[in-house]
């Protein structure tokens, strides 16, 4: 038995969120450094262009993902738990089927936006 295995649950997941933390603290200078070079590296006009897609595609990858991940891991494991194992099935297969006909849809529509730009 490790430690971790005798931790309380709170415990866990303040050690997860301090992680998680860290983690978003550590990637703030690399975004900053990475926008510093690309800002050398790339004219003005592009630049903005480039950012105009950028800013699409976190709004669509936002709205594409429709909180299916939460659902998932919430109602799939909670079905498994009551012994419907049928149910959770349908579950998770209207998740992937909502989640691959939207990446579909955000694609296509990134797509059209990339192409309309340099046209």
């Known amino acids: 038995m490790t430690i971790k295995d005798n931790l309380l649950p709170s415990a866990r997941v303040a050690r997860g969120a301090t ?9 703030a200078p690399l975004g900053l ?13 592009e630049l903005g262009i ?16 429709l909180g299916l991940s939460w659902a998932s891991s919430k109602f799939i494991p909670e079905l498994l738990g009551k012994g419907e194992a049928y149910k959770s099935l ?8 909502l989640g691959f006909v939207s990446a579909v849809i955000i694609s ?7 192409i309309s730009t340099y046209s």
Do not use: D, H, M, Q
């Open 19 to 27: 992680a998680v933390f860290i983690k978003s603290i550590a990637g």
């Open 50 to 65: 480039l950012a105009i897609l950028t800013f699409f595609a976190t709004i669509l990858s936002a709205i594409g993902s």
């Open 108 to 114: 296509i529509i990134f797509l059209y936006l990339l």
């Open 90 to 97: 349908a579950v998770y297969r209207k998740i992937f089927l």
């Open 33 to 45: 450094l990475y926008v510093a070079i690309l800002t050398r590296l790339i004219p003005p006009n």
